[in-house]
């Protein structure tokens, strides 16, 4: 398969734990090995490289691919915190759909930060309950739980292992 050749055209990145890339429309990219969370804006243009059965668009690919040249550091981004909330990662890429905050917390009773619009949350460590303003019954999460929140939803969270939770939502610059 000809797409074993792209390790030469491509950037290699490694990211400690808590270091977030962002990259733009058309950059390829591979994940080489160990976890991360992947979020991208709406699209309809996955073009296959290679390492795939599946059907690989050659000349769409070319067409579209961005060649600018960088250093891959310049593509790392940090994370911002929040004043009053320590226990949340922000990560706010340079673009308006999206951001990703994490939050961590410890055992015990701690309340979910409201956010502006709906979101989706994803938990990667630990393990807990989590009770919706607007539901009757808690629900359990673990690593690998995934759920909706709607627009401006609280949740009391009651954390039985250290929990780490991802939420992906709309633009986070005015938080």
Not at 18 to 27: R, T, V, Y
Not at 38 to 49: G, K, L, P, Q, T
Request: include cysteine; charged fraction near 15%.
């Amino acid at each position: 398969d000809v797409g074993c050749f792209a390790l030469y055209f491509l950037n290699v990145i490694n990211l400690e734990p808590g270091q977030a890339i962002f990259l733009g429309p058309n950059i390829p990219h591979a994940y080489m090995a160990g976890d991360c969370v992947e979020c991208m804006a709406c699209s309809d243009n996955v073009v296959r490289a290679g390492l795939t059965p599946k059907f690989k668009d050659k000349k769409t690919l070319c067409s579209m691919l961005d060649y600018t040249m960088s250093p891959a550091q310049s593509r790392i981004f940090p994370w911002r915190g929040e004043d009053d909330a320590p226990q949340y990662h922000i990560y706010d890429p340079p673009v308006p759909e999206f951001s990703v905050i994490l939050s961590s917390f410890a055992e015990g009773k701690h309340s979910l930060k409201p956010r502006n619009g709906p979101s989706i949350l994803l938990v990667t460590q630990g393990r807990g309950t989590l009770q919706v303003e607007s539901s009757a019954q808690p629900l359990s999460i673990v690593r690998g739980s995934v759920l909706f929140l709607s627009n401006s939803v609280s949740c009391s969270l009651s954390v039985d292992e250290p929990i780490s939770i991802y939420q992906a939502l709309c633009d986070a610059a005015g938080l």
